[in-house]
């Protein structure tokens, strides 16, 4: 059942008729602009990797794989080593600048342990769906900063489950997917609707973005509820500007975060409005606004986000946002916080700020997610770095992709098992000496293998093993002597157990 929808359709046109006040540039508007914080965090010089040449040399931006030459993923540079980190792995999803986009999985070093071609992936995380750790991502096409896709969900043997689509008509929006509490599914969506700008200074039937929020059950479809920000946030609370093509919508709200509040009402966050509501879960109604021009809090020193991403509503009671501060540049630099709200007294205070020792703007996307240990990692969205800090904003961890022009969305840690259920890719090469061979061997997506058991025989059925030796990295070299023509490799976790068997592969010569 949609709730609060009111006249917006596709089809309808409706003049949201306004008080004619023009909409101010967020440069020059007091209601978006923080003051600025004298609570900051402490963090140590990231220790960059240096090169031994002392002649120029361009560096390598993504990864080559002799078992898998399908796989073409960007690198990562670690630049401040994992100390005192969250257990788990680092999820991302590479785009832009990159020669192959898809969600992928890092180990603390950098090094690849899972990627999967093909998917333009956007919001990579590790959730829990009818009792189990899965995977889930938004898969598309972007248009105009909006999504038209759908959302995934794999299992820890890296096959789909299912896929959940946008109801009523829309498409999925890559900004959001939560699978709440109660197992149902929290996506965006974007449409254009007819609409008088005049207030914000544009034409009478000019046109905007409607944000969208629908809760959906994830096995039948069925919409479960649905929100409209044109039904209960008037354009001109907007602090951007108008397009300058007028034939394209304005995006007045941009809705980029949903969050599940401890009543169960929701936290959407919009990132032109630099507001964040709690919005009623059965009526759709504004509870209170966050931030932007109508805070229902008065903001505290250093509060105030502008442009943010990533809402939410933390165990203890306050709430995190990733603080982007440029759309365009109203703070120094871009930040992770976490704020405190006293419902009594309506007021937000800020508790604690993360950011980078040189002092990056994110113009677009980031987020911040705060671990079970209380350390906080951050993606910084349209910069190509992902970090974690200590509660007190200790940098814990620093990484980069290779490539400047490299980014992704979101950045979590999550704890995972990955357990294929494809077998152990192998090509063996003969080497100079008699009866020397290197065999490159991997199991894309297996987190259990400890080493790998080298097999070898004068035919495919009749293999023996031959010599053992530890994993090292997503692709293991492995230098043996072999008599007979055909070799393959066993997958052992640390108890000697076997995982997974590749097939017998010829030495290439």
């Known amino acids: 059942m949609a709730f609060g929808r009111k006249e917006h359709t596709r089809r309808d046109f409706l003049k949201v008729a306004g008080a004619g006040t023009v909409i101010m540039a967020l440069s020059g508007a007091a209601g978006c602009k923080p003051a600025r914080s004298n609570i900051k965090a402490s963090s140590s010089k990231p220790e960059t990797r240096r090169a031994t040449s002392s002649s120029p040399k361009v560096p390598d931006t993504k990864w080559t794989f002799r078992s898998r030459p ?104 890559l900004h959001e997917f939560l699978i709440s509490p109660q197992g149902t599914a929290l996506i965006l969506a974007y449409d254009p609707v007819p609409v008088d700008l005049s207030p914000v200074g544009g034409p009478g039937d000019g046109a905007a973005w409607d944000g969208i929020v629908q809760e959906l059950d994830i096995e039948t479809g069925e919409v479960l509820f649905e929100w409209h920000s044109l039904d209960h946030v008037e354009i001109d609370k907007s602090y951007h500007g108008l397009p300058d093509d007028p034939a394209r919508p304005f995006d007045y709200f941009h809705v980029n975060s ?9 936290l959407i966050s919009a990132r032109n409005t630099c507001a964040v509501y709690k919005v009623d879960r059965r009526s759709g109604e504004i509870i209170w606004r966050l931030g932007g021009k109508d805070s229902d809090f008065e903001m505290g020193p250093g509060t105030r986000p502008a442009y943010q991403h990533d809402a939410r509503r933390q ?42 020792p040189e002092g990056i703007v994110a113009r677009s996307q980031g987020n911040i997610q705060i671990l079970p240990n209380g350390n906080a990692f951050v993606g910084w969205g349209s910069e190509p770095f992902f970090s974690e800090y200590s509660s007190d904003g200790q940098l814990l961890f620093d990484a980069r ?11 979590f840690r999550f704890p995972w098992t990955g357990r294929p ?69 066993q997958a052992m976790d640390s108890s000697d157990r076997v995982l997974g068997v590749s097939q017998a592969v010829e030495i290439e010569t």
């Open 70 to 173: 399908d796989l073409v993923p960007p690198i990562v540079e670690v630049t401040t080593r994992a100390h005192d980190t969250s257990p788990g792995y680092v999820f991302i999803a590479p785009k832009v600048g990159v020669k192959q986009d898809g969600p992928m999985i890092l180990d603390d070093s950098g090094r690849l342990v899972w990627f999967s071609n093909g998917s333009y992936a956007r919001d990579f995380k590790v959730q829990r769906y009818q009792g189990n750790l899965v995977l889930t991502w938004w898969d598309g096409k972007v248009i105009h900063g909006h999504g038209a896709g759908e959302f995934v969900i794999f299992d820890e043997s890296y096959r789909e489950i299912t896929r959940v689509r946008a109801g009523n008509g829309y498409e999925g929006d």
């Open 258 to 266: 949903i969050g599940v509040d401890y009543d169960d009402n929701l």
């Open 315 to 356: 165990d203890d009671g306050t709430i995190s946002i990733f603080d982007n501060g440029s759309y365009p540049t109203v703070h120094e630099q871009s930040r992770g916080i976490v704020l405190e709200l006293d419902m009594d007294q309506m007021t937000a205070s800020l508790i604690h700020e993360y950011t980078r």
């Open 401 to 411: 992709f290779a490539s400047y022009t490299n980014e992704s969305y979101r950045a």
């Open 421 to 489: 259920d494809d077998e152990p890719a192998v090509v063996a090469e003969a080497g100079i000496g008699d009866g020397e061979v290197t065999i490159y061997a991997s199991w894309n997506g297996a987190t259990e293998v400890a080493s790998w058991r080298v097999l070898a025989g004068s035919r495919p059925d009749a293999m023996k093993p031959l010599r053992t030796l530890p994993r090292e990295g997503f692709e293991t070299v492995l230098n043996v002597q072999a008599d007979g023509p055909y070799v393959g490799v």
